[in-house]
């Protein structure tokens, strides 16, 4: 995984890499993923039907898992941007109100916190990771479809992978010189 | 702060994202794309179910193959001949008929038993519901 480049999306608050392995650039992947791509939501979903029909969502069909799917993407995507807009002029509205620290254990908002959003759901299964720069300044570095409590399948040790990348990729370009920072991840 | 952040415009793309065109277009287009989104998942969902290739659904409706998969993303604007080949072709209901509703009226309306009410009835239902004009005229 190479960090081609990266893309501003919103306003200058919201920015999303673009890896040389995709022709997209994260941000607009994952929404497109989640939102059109049917094939990919239901070979994911049979790939882990397992972990989908473990009992937590409750009794979930795979059709009903795209469906819910599309719905929370379309929400998460627009509050992502309106975030990314009102930010600017509204501290409260602003991405540092979505995301929250990747590890649930830290609590100290940073530069360069890796960060995490959720879906707007109770019990949500998106995921969008991210860096933080400032309050409304955050990078995506990807998302995933978490049906896990614990990040130990594939796809998702390659969202840390790419975080912890992306983090290194700034650094190497100043736009951070602390040593410090902490990871964050998106809730709703 | 601001070092930073010209540090970052100094590595960003000058090329923007053409991702909020695509997110105006499904707002825009919310409705059809649903029902689009809908039917597309129906019959995905069959296919794969039943081991269908695209390619054998491409040369069941008479179309290419790209084109199923452009269907199957759900965001073609259908047209009608395309659904109805569709439904021929894989003897599924993509775009359900409102019998149900119409079914529980026409009972209703039996029960009643007024002239009034039997000629707002939709005659067109005794041809798919047999069982309904057997029981009217015992």
Known sequence: ?188 | MEKQRNNLENIVEKQTSNWKDKARFRQKNKSWIKLSQSIALDVLIYIKENGIKQTELANLIGVEPQRINTILKGKENLTLETISRLQEALGLELIPANKSKQTVQLVLSIGKKTTNTFNKIDHSLFKTDKSITKHYYA
């Open chain 1, 1 to 188: 995984m190479k960090i081609d480049t990266i893309f501003n999306i919103e306003n200058k608050s919201l920015y999303s890499v673009k890896y040389f392995n995709y022709d997209k650039n994260e941000f607009e992947r994952i929404f497109d993923n989640w939102i059109t791509d049917l094939n990919f939501l239901y070979d994911f979903f049979t790939k882990n039907k397992k972990d989908l029909q473990s009992g937590f969502y409750g009794d979930i069909t795979i059709k009903n898992a795209i469906k819910r799917t599309i719905e929370e993407a379309e929400k998460l995507e627009e509050t992502l941007l309106y975030a990314a807009e009102k930010g600017e002029i509204d501290f409260f509205e602003c991405l540092q109100t979505i995301f929250k620290p990747l590890h649930n254990d830290k609590y100290k908002v940073s530069e360069l916190l890796q960060t995490k959003a959720y879906g707007n759901r109770h019990k949500s299964w998106l995921r969008i990771y991210a860096i933080r720069i400032n309050a409304n300044t955050y990078i995506i570095t990807g998302g995933a479809i978490k049906l896990t409590p614990y990040m130990n399948c594939l796809h998702l040790k390659q969202e840390l992978t790419k975080i912890e990348l992306v983090r290194r990729y700034l650094s190497d370009n100043n736009v951070f010189e602390q040593e410090d920072f902490e990871f964050l991840e998106i809730r709703n």
